[in-house]
């Protein structure tokens, strides 16, 4: 393959692991507790630009440790404020909802930080290429990659083997039974909440670094997250996974031969789903209603 | 009251296009309402069907020199073709899922409009046309420099609109709209054939939202991608919950208030975008009912 080819579907897989990476946030979010976080790309800003400011006093990694859990406090008081009043109503209420918060969350970064683009510091070890054959590895690329990595394969993990996963994954199915088991609901569906969002702010810290950091981009990555749900199926994880990870690469490969139809590309696939399996991909019967 | 709406328009410190646009929002609004609140399925990518409704009502004058209602018509064939195409795809679908899927559509649209240079004009919009005065043969009533004929003319598509959602919704189609709202699973046990019935509710909504978008191109002598973004969306959405959803004209109430703050805000303060944010929340918050369904509990109290 040429070198063109292998560069954009290198990249289409990056970029598709900041789709997954985003998706499985407002994935856990939408699976659990009927909540369509409209704000989620917010949140993922405010990770970036909270990043931002801690960077000069605590460098690149302090950031990135610190950045995403405060974000997912933030989230948090959030969800405990306005969400949580929503639970058992009707979708509408808590898509509006969020919806209106992404419109402060833009407007409020722009007032704090400025409308302009910012600088995002990244050490510079690791901007540089790591072979002169394949000059696309950049050190911050492959980084990205083991980061989005260890935060999927360590969600997956806390899904599977902790109590807390356990937990989450049976309110994903019968959040009713789950309550009558004992399981204090409001607080499993807070800390879900909060994971989504600590993931949220992780992908905002990383896509400043590649994609440099202004009040939009959050707004940018929303709705390929949005299609990597539909695409990969509603209620699986695993499936919002491949999901981020197919219209990456889907894009990357558009970028390729149909450069003008890059951002159209994953919706022609979500409409293709659609067409043939409703439920996505790896989606789950019974998940329609 | 609308009838006279330039006149006092004016004495309360608003100005006839103001005017206009609330009806044309309103007619909009109140479309969106026939499947949200009267068949109880939320689309929050209703604006993908308006800017279809404007853009081809652009298009048709900017290239084929048509009169301005057969423009909106051709701008509503256009958007209605699209909305039964894309309800078929999307009928199998409810509650939140159908939700993000209405959204993703829209913004194809937005994508197709804003990519599409050469036909749509991109990101700077359709300009070079206008709305031409229209020539009924015996008479011609002059649309173009005149804000109140205008404003007549939207008034009275307006009319016609929301006289044939009336009569659909006491029909016993409408009816059964209703009954699937309450509750679907009866409905269907009923033999009230769901899919179809939503899937017309879709497209009845999108062919009347259309037409807005049709009249919301003709207002401005223009039309851009934004019409078509999520943003117009979840505004039509608020302003159906903001006036009321369970009431058939509470959505022109909301889109009155909407449109109005809108307008007042954005005059005011850089910061509009928190303002309105701030509007949904509160509204979702301390007020899901709207106005009208306010008022209604009130006068039961």
Redesign the interface.
């Known amino acids: 393959m040429s070198q063109v080819v292998l560069f954009n579907v290198f990249n289409g897989l990056i970029v598709g692991a900041f789709y997954a990476l985003m998706a499985l946030g407002l994935s856990l979010i ?1 699976n659990l507790s ?1 909540v ?1 976080n409209f704000a989620h790309g917010g949140f993922l800003a405010l990770g970036a630009y909270l990043a931002y400011t801690l960077i000069p006093y605590i460098g690149f990694w302090g950031a990135l440790i610190v950045a995403p859990p405060l974000t997912a406090v933030l989230g948090l008081v959030i969800e405990w404020l ?1 969400i949580r ?2 639970y058992g ?5 808590s ?3 969020t ?10 970064t722009r ?1 704090i930080w400025g409308a302009q683009s910012v600088p995002f510091q990244v050490p510079g070890w690791l901007m540089s290429s790591l072979s002169s054959q394949y000059f696309f590895l950049t050190g911050y690329r492959v980084f990205m990659m083991i980061i989005v990595a260890a935060a999927v394969g360590g969600l997956f993990a806390v899904l599977k083997y902790t109590r807390l996963g356990m937990r989450i994954r049976a309110g994903t199915r019968d959040l009713d039974t789950v309550s009558t088991l004992g399981v204090n609901v409001r607080v499993l569906r807070s800390l879900n909440f909060g994971i989504g969002i600590y993931m949220a702010g992780l992908a905002g810290v990383l896509a400043a670094g590649l994609l440099g950091l202004s009040p939009t981009i959050g707004a940018n990555l929303i ?1 390929p997250s ?2 990597a ?2 695409v990969g199926g ?1 209620g699986s994880l695993l499936g919002t996974l491949i999901g981020g990870l197919m219209i990456g690469v889907a894009s990357g490969l558009a970028a390729v031969y149909f450069p ?2 890059t ?2 590309v994953i ?1 022609v696939m ?2 293709l789903v ?2 043939v399996r ?1 439920r996505g991909l790896l989606g789950e019967e019974g ?3 | 009251m609308l009838l006279f709406a330039p006149f006092w328009m004016n004495a309360i410190g608003g100005y006839t296009e103001l005017a206009t646009r609330i009806v044309v929002m309103g007619l909009a609004a109140m479309s969106l309402n026939f499947l ?1 609140g009267f068949t109880g399925v ?1 689309s ?1 990518g209703h604006a993908a069907y308006f800017g279809l409704g404007a853009y081809g009502t652009a298009m048709a004058i900017k290239y084929w020199a048509v009169g301005s209602i057969p423009a909106i018509v051709l701008g509503v064939i256009v958007a209605t073709i699209a909305a039964m195409i894309i309800g078929a ?2 009928i ?6 159908f ?3 209405t ?3 829209g ?2 649209f937005y ?2 409009a804003f ?1 599409w240079n050469a036909v749509t004009g991109g990101d700077d919009g359709l300009t070079g046309w206008r709305r031409l005065p229209i020539n009924f043969g015996f008479a011609e009533l002059d649309i173009v420099q005149n804000d109140r004929a205008f404003y007549y003319f939207a008034l009275a598509i307006f009319a016609v609109c929301v006289a044939a959602m009336a009569v659909l919704l006491n029909s016993p189609f409408g009816r059964s709209l209703i009954a699937i709202r309450e509750n679907e699973r009866r409905a269907r046990f009923l033999g009230v054939p769901i899919e179809f019935h939503v899937w017309l509710s879709f497209v009845i909504s999108c062919l009347f939202v259309s037409a807005a978008g049709g009249l919301y191109a003709l207002l401005n002598n223009f039309i851009d991608p934004r019409a078509l973004r999520v943003d117009l969306s ?1 505004n039509l ?2 302003m159906a ?1 903001l006036g009321g959803m369970r009431s058939f004209w509470g959505p022109l109430i909301g889109a009155a208030i909407f449109v109005a703050l809108q307008d007042y805000v954005s005059s005011q303060t850089q ?1 509009w ?2 303002v ?6 509160l ?3 301390f007020f ?1 009912r709207g106005v009208l369904g306010m008022l209604r509990t009130g006068a039961k109290a």
Do not use: C, T, W
């Open positions: 939408l009927g369509i306005l009043p929503l109503k009707d979708p509408l209420y898509l509006l909802l919806f209106g918060l992404a419109y402060i969350f833009e407007d409020v007032l709705m949005f299609v749900i539909i509603l003008s139809a951002e159209a919706y979500m409409a659609l067409l409703p998940r329609l209603h | 949200l939320l929050f795809l999307i199998k679908l409810r509650g939140v899922y939700a993000m899927v959204i993703a559509f913004q194809v994508f197709i990519r979840g959405v608020i919950v910061n975008m928190s309105i944010g701030l509007v949904f929340v509204v979702v918050r899901p």
